[in-house]
């Protein structure tokens, strides 16, 4: 007898973890049918949007990210959808810190943005063929120039390191560093103000030779195809301010 009972309950509780299973199982159906999937940019979806509407875009990104309400997005489909061609909304110049994911800040998936990233985020002809190609001709409506707090290329430059390529590399740099005298204390990296001050510098710096140096990207400004904005990255917050 009470081995017929110890099988009798055993039944039971096996059959109420599969109905707890299934009760699981149903409640991931249901949220995965609530996941918003975001189609890929068409050519005549590009076409409409104006650099203005990219900008908004952009910045609302940014408040989902720091809100940590961002966009749930089935890659796969995604990367299907993509695979022919891109239509995307910008192009971000970024530094290389691996603290900066430039997608996520600003809530964007796969074909929505061009990225390119070069530590210090200064310009050179390879960016600026870049950003030509990116505008140009597959149609990105903004280009934004992002920098961001605490950069250790931007401490580098203030601080006159020399390794390597790298010397050469922050001499790209150095002119931001020369025109900031508004931060009070030690021309060092230590002086947190002097590295804020040089990182807002830099980029200010690199949207006037971003204008100054390619004639393409200039035309495209002063017809209002594009537009051309600066920002640092607040690695605190993940707050992006727009300068």
Do not use: W
């Not at 796969?110 to 990233?117: K, L, N, S, Y």
């Not at 992002?146 to 390597?164: Q, R, S, T, V």
């Not at 020369?178 to 931060?183: A, C, E, F, N, Q």
């Amino acid at each position: 007898m009470r081995e017929n009972i110890m099988i009798v309950v055993g039944l039971m509780l096996f059959s109420n973890a599969i109905n707890s299973q299934a009760s699981r199982e149903g409640t991931i159906e249901i949220e995965r049918s609530r996941i918003l999937i975001e189609s890929i940019l068409s050519a005549e979806e590009q076409e409409a949007l104006t650099p203005l509407d990219v900008f908004n875009t952009l910045a609302a990104g940014n408040e989902r990210f720091v809100s940590n309400d961002i966009t749930a997005r089935d890659h796969s489909m995604q990367i299907r959808e993509s695979a022919a061609s891109q239509y995307p909304k910008a192009i971000v110049l970024s530094c290389i810190d691996s603290r900066v994911p430039v997608e996520d800040v600003f809530d964007k998936g796969i074909g929505d943005i061009f990225v390119a990233r070069v530590a210090g985020n200064f310009i050179n002809d390879d960016i600026l063929g870049s950003m030509e190609f990116a505008t140009k001709v597959a149609g990105a409506k903004l280009i934004l120039v992002l920098g961001h707090e605490n950069c250790g290329a931007i401490h580098a430059a203030i601080d006159g390191a020399k390794l390597g390529h790298i010397t050469k590399m922050l001499k790209n740099i150095q002119p931001a560093v020369k025109i900031s005298t508004l931060s009070e204390g030690p021309r060092t990296s230590k002086n947190r103000l002097l590295v804020h001050e040089v990182s807002e510098n830099n980029v200010r710096l690199a949207i006037e030779k971003i204008t100054k140096d390619s004639s393409i990207l200039k035309t495209m400004l002063q017809n209002g195809e594009i537009s051309i904005k600066g920002a640092v990255y607040d690695m605190d917050t993940g707050v992006v301010n727009f300068l």
